[in-house]
Protein backbone atom coordinates (compact mmCIF):
# COMPACT_ATOMS: atom_id res chain seq x y z
CA UNK A 1 0.00 0.00 0.00
CA UNK A 2 1.64 3.45 -1.07
CA UNK A 3 2.22 6.32 1.29
CA UNK A 4 -0.46 8.82 0.24
CA UNK A 5 0.68 11.53 2.35
CA UNK A 6 1.73 14.95 0.95
CA UNK A 7 5.33 15.79 0.19
CA UNK A 8 6.68 18.38 2.58
CA UNK A 9 7.24 21.73 0.52
CA UNK A 10 10.54 21.97 -1.32
CA UNK A 11 11.69 25.51 0.02
CA UNK A 12 13.35 27.35 -3.07
CA UNK A 13 17.16 27.41 -3.29
CA UNK A 14 18.83 30.73 -1.76
CA UNK A 15 19.61 32.89 -4.82
CA UNK A 16 22.55 34.61 -4.93
CA UNK A 17 21.31 37.80 -5.11
CA UNK A 18 19.79 36.89 -1.39
CA UNK A 19 24.10 38.63 -0.06
CA UNK A 20 23.45 41.43 -2.39
CA UNK A 21 20.22 42.85 -0.71
CA UNK A 22 20.37 41.12 2.31
CA UNK A 23 24.39 41.84 3.50
CA UNK A 24 25.74 40.76 6.71
CA UNK A 25 21.86 40.37 7.75
CA UNK A 26 21.56 37.21 5.62
CA UNK A 27 21.95 34.89 8.37
CA UNK A 28 18.75 36.35 10.43
CA UNK A 29 17.28 36.11 7.14
CA UNK A 30 18.23 32.70 6.25
CA UNK A 31 16.19 31.36 9.38
CA UNK A 32 13.23 33.21 9.05
CA UNK A 33 12.82 32.18 5.54
CA UNK A 34 13.12 28.60 6.77
CA UNK A 35 11.30 28.80 9.55
CA UNK A 36 8.22 30.00 7.21
CA UNK A 37 8.68 27.62 4.50
CA UNK A 38 8.60 24.77 6.73
CA UNK A 39 5.09 25.80 9.17
CA UNK A 40 3.89 28.77 6.50
CA UNK A 41 1.24 26.60 5.02
CA UNK A 42 -0.18 24.48 8.04
CA UNK A 43 -0.21 27.48 10.10
CA UNK A 44 -2.19 29.75 6.98
CA UNK A 45 0.26 32.00 6.39
CA UNK A 46 0.78 30.97 2.78
CA UNK A 47 -0.31 28.79 0.30
CA UNK A 48 0.93 25.37 -1.04
CA UNK A 49 2.72 26.90 -3.97
CA UNK A 50 4.71 29.47 -2.22
CA UNK A 51 7.96 27.62 -0.66
CA UNK A 52 9.29 26.82 -4.13
CA UNK A 53 9.07 30.28 -4.96
CA UNK A 54 9.76 31.93 -1.33
CA UNK A 55 12.61 33.55 -1.87
CA UNK A 56 12.70 35.04 -5.52
CA UNK A 57 8.22 36.38 -4.98
CA UNK A 58 8.15 37.19 -1.41
CA UNK A 59 11.67 37.87 0.74
CA UNK A 60 13.69 39.31 -2.01
CA UNK A 61 10.47 40.95 -3.02
CA UNK A 62 9.97 42.90 -0.07
CA UNK A 63 13.92 43.24 1.36
CA UNK A 64 14.82 45.74 -2.29
CA UNK A 65 12.68 47.93 -0.58
CA UNK A 66 14.61 48.56 2.63
CA UNK A 67 16.86 51.47 1.07
CA UNK A 68 13.77 53.31 0.58
CA UNK A 69 13.32 53.14 4.71
CA UNK A 70 14.51 56.28 7.07
CA UNK A 71 16.02 55.75 10.33
CA UNK A 72 13.15 56.24 12.12
CA UNK A 73 9.70 54.28 13.14
CA UNK A 74 8.00 52.18 10.43
CA UNK A 75 4.70 50.79 10.43
CA UNK A 76 3.88 47.68 8.45
CA UNK A 77 -0.29 47.23 7.93
CA UNK A 78 -1.69 43.89 7.60
CA UNK A 79 1.49 42.33 8.60
CA UNK A 80 0.02 38.55 8.23
CA UNK A 81 3.54 35.97 7.43
CA UNK A 82 5.73 39.02 8.01
CA UNK A 83 5.71 39.93 4.54
CA UNK A 84 7.30 43.04 3.90
CA UNK A 85 7.58 44.20 7.50
CA UNK A 86 9.66 41.38 9.58
CA UNK A 87 12.12 41.30 6.13
CA UNK A 88 12.74 45.06 6.44
CA UNK A 89 13.13 44.43 10.27
CA UNK A 90 15.66 42.32 9.72
CA UNK A 91 17.63 44.11 7.03
CA UNK A 92 17.16 47.52 8.64
CA UNK A 93 18.26 46.95 12.31
CA UNK A 94 18.41 51.01 12.70
CA UNK A 95 14.29 51.08 12.21
CA UNK A 96 11.76 50.82 14.54
CA UNK A 97 9.04 48.44 12.96
CA UNK A 98 5.52 48.42 14.15
CA UNK A 99 3.80 45.17 12.80
CA UNK A 100 -0.05 45.79 12.64
CA UNK A 101 -2.26 42.96 12.71
CA UNK A 102 -5.46 41.99 13.69
CA UNK A 103 -5.64 38.32 13.02
CA UNK A 104 -4.65 36.44 16.42
CA UNK A 105 -2.90 33.52 14.93
CA UNK A 106 -1.08 35.54 12.74
CA UNK A 107 -0.30 37.67 15.51
CA UNK A 108 1.25 35.00 17.73
CA UNK A 109 3.39 33.92 14.83
CA UNK A 110 5.05 37.30 14.16
CA UNK A 111 5.44 37.28 18.12
CA UNK A 112 7.50 34.24 17.67
CA UNK A 113 9.49 35.38 15.26
CA UNK A 114 10.45 38.13 16.71
CA UNK A 115 11.60 36.74 19.90
CA UNK A 116 13.53 33.93 17.68
CA UNK A 117 15.32 35.90 15.61
CA UNK A 118 15.91 38.49 18.50
CA UNK A 119 14.16 41.18 16.86
CA UNK A 120 14.89 44.53 19.52
CA UNK A 121 13.92 46.88 16.81
CA UNK A 122 10.14 45.17 16.47
CA UNK A 123 6.63 45.25 18.17
CA UNK A 124 3.58 43.83 17.06
CA UNK A 125 -0.05 45.16 17.41
CA UNK A 126 -2.90 43.16 17.64
CA UNK A 127 -5.32 45.55 15.47
CA UNK A 128 -7.56 46.64 12.64
CA UNK A 129 -5.11 49.10 11.06
CA UNK A 130 -8.38 51.59 11.70
CA UNK A 131 -8.08 51.12 15.32
CA UNK A 132 -4.44 50.49 16.19
CA UNK A 133 -3.18 52.75 18.85
CA UNK A 134 0.72 53.11 18.39
CA UNK A 135 3.41 54.26 21.18
CA UNK A 136 5.04 56.30 18.00
CA UNK A 137 3.75 58.74 15.00
CA UNK A 138 4.82 56.34 12.15
CA UNK A 139 7.53 58.07 9.59
CA UNK A 140 6.66 55.74 7.10
CA UNK A 141 3.96 53.50 6.54
CA UNK A 142 4.25 50.13 4.12
CA UNK A 143 1.53 47.77 3.25
CA UNK A 144 1.94 44.45 0.78
CA UNK A 145 -0.63 42.48 -1.13
CA UNK A 146 -3.17 44.38 1.13
CA UNK A 147 -5.91 46.13 -1.28
CA UNK A 148 -6.38 48.31 -3.53
CA UNK A 149 -4.82 51.62 -3.26
CA UNK A 150 -7.95 53.18 -3.07
CA UNK A 151 -9.12 51.19 -0.08
CA UNK A 152 -5.21 50.94 1.50
CA UNK A 153 -5.49 54.65 1.45
CA UNK A 154 -7.75 54.84 4.62
CA UNK A 155 -5.72 52.25 6.75
CA UNK A 156 -2.33 53.68 6.52
CA UNK A 157 -2.64 57.44 5.65
CA UNK A 158 -3.88 58.24 9.10
CA UNK A 159 -0.99 56.17 10.79
CA UNK A 160 1.55 58.92 9.35
CA UNK A 161 3.00 61.39 10.82
CA UNK A 162 1.86 64.71 9.21
CA UNK A 163 4.63 65.10 6.59
CA UNK A 164 5.53 60.91 6.79
CA UNK A 165 5.35 58.49 3.50
CA UNK A 166 3.48 56.17 2.44
CA UNK A 167 5.61 52.91 0.86
CA UNK A 168 2.99 50.59 -0.67
CA UNK A 169 4.22 48.17 -2.67
CA UNK A 170 2.13 47.19 -5.78
CA UNK A 171 1.83 45.52 -8.67
CA UNK A 172 2.32 45.75 -12.56
CA UNK A 173 -0.59 47.95 -12.36
CA UNK A 174 0.19 50.58 -9.63
CA UNK A 175 -0.01 53.62 -11.71
CA UNK A 176 -3.27 52.56 -12.67
CA UNK A 177 -4.08 52.50 -8.84
CA UNK A 178 -2.81 56.12 -8.28
CA UNK A 179 -5.02 56.95 -11.10
CA UNK A 180 -8.14 55.34 -9.60
CA UNK A 181 -7.16 57.16 -6.31
CA UNK A 182 -7.42 60.59 -6.83
CA UNK A 183 -10.85 61.03 -4.88
CA UNK A 184 -9.17 58.95 -1.88
CA UNK A 185 -5.67 60.85 -2.17
CA UNK A 186 -7.13 64.26 -2.00
CA UNK A 187 -10.11 63.10 0.96
CA UNK A 188 -6.66 61.35 2.99
CA UNK A 189 -4.28 64.96 2.01
CA UNK A 190 -1.71 62.41 0.61
CA UNK A 191 0.01 64.19 -2.46
CA UNK A 192 2.86 63.50 -4.81
CA UNK A 193 2.03 59.73 -5.37
CA UNK A 194 4.08 58.04 -7.75
CA UNK A 195 5.32 54.69 -8.81
CA UNK A 196 9.01 53.82 -7.75
CA UNK A 197 10.82 50.63 -9.04
CA UNK A 198 13.50 49.18 -6.70
CA UNK A 199 15.61 45.88 -7.15
CA UNK A 200 16.22 47.07 -11.03
CA UNK A 201 19.66 45.22 -12.22
CA UNK A 202 19.39 43.24 -8.76
CA UNK A 203 16.58 40.93 -8.74
CA UNK A 204 14.91 39.32 -11.57
CA UNK A 205 11.62 41.02 -11.16
CA UNK A 206 12.44 44.40 -9.76
CA UNK A 207 9.66 45.60 -6.55
CA UNK A 208 7.07 48.57 -7.60
CA UNK A 209 6.31 50.79 -4.73
CA UNK A 210 3.38 53.86 -4.69
CA UNK A 211 5.44 56.38 -2.80
CA UNK A 212 3.61 59.27 -1.39
CA UNK A 213 4.02 62.34 0.74
CA UNK A 214 1.17 62.07 4.06
CA UNK A 215 0.03 65.82 4.70
CA UNK A 216 3.15 67.26 4.02
Do not use: C
Not at 18 to 29: H, S, T
Not at 145 to 166: Q, Y
Not at 189 to 216: H, K, L, W
Amino acid sequence: MSDSSPAEPVLEEEPAEAAIVFGDRLDAIRRFTANLAEHGEERGLIGPLEPPRLWTRHILNSGVVAPLLNAGYLGDVGSGAGLPGLVLAIARPDVHVTLIEPMERRVTWLSEQVSELDLSNVSVVRARAEEAVLEHPLDQVTARAVSALRKLLKLTAPLARDGGELLLMKGANAQAEIDAAQKELRKFEVSNARVQVVGAGVIAEPTRVVRADVRA
